[in-house]
Nanobody, 114 residues
Framework: QVQFVESGGGLVQPGGSLRLSCVPS????????MAWYRQVPGQQREFVAY???????NYADDVKGRFTISRDNSKNTLNLQMNDLKPEDTALYYC????????WGQGTQVTVSS
């Protein structure tokens, strides 16, 4: 059974930072290109960043230079360091493979507000 457990979200002021983590189960983590996505109520889920099995990364244009995706295969953990957060980053953040599995976790809420 494929599961994703995201954590690390919260309420932060504009310009602040958060670090999200995701622990998948039921997949061979090291063999998957992994990604972060986010969704605002009433809108489609959108791509944020991915990291391939060889460590190459790619980011959505609006997070480049502010977010850093990383993985620790020894701990089966995917991370997203988010700096200089903006109100428009407010969303529910999910992890999944870049070619996503049908199962999604509950996500972790990030709210950027003063």
């Amino acid at each position: 059974q494929v599961q994703f457990v995201e954590s690390g979200g919260g309420l932060v002021q504009p310009g602040g930072s958060l670090r999200l983590s995701c622990v998948p189960s039921g997949i061979t983590f090291s063999a998957n290109t992994m990604a972060w996505y986010r969704q605002v109520p009433g809108q489609q889920r959108e791509f944020v960043a991915y990291i391939s099995t060889d460590g190459s990364v790619n980011y959505a244009d609006d997070v480049k230079g502010r977010f850093t995706i990383s993985r620790d295969n020894s701990k089966n953990t995917l991370n997203l360091q988010m700096n200089d957060l903006k109100p428009e980053d407010t969303a529910l953040y999910y992890c999944n493979a870049f070619a996503p599995y049908s199962s999604w976790g509950q996500g972790t809420q990030v709210t950027v507000s003063s």
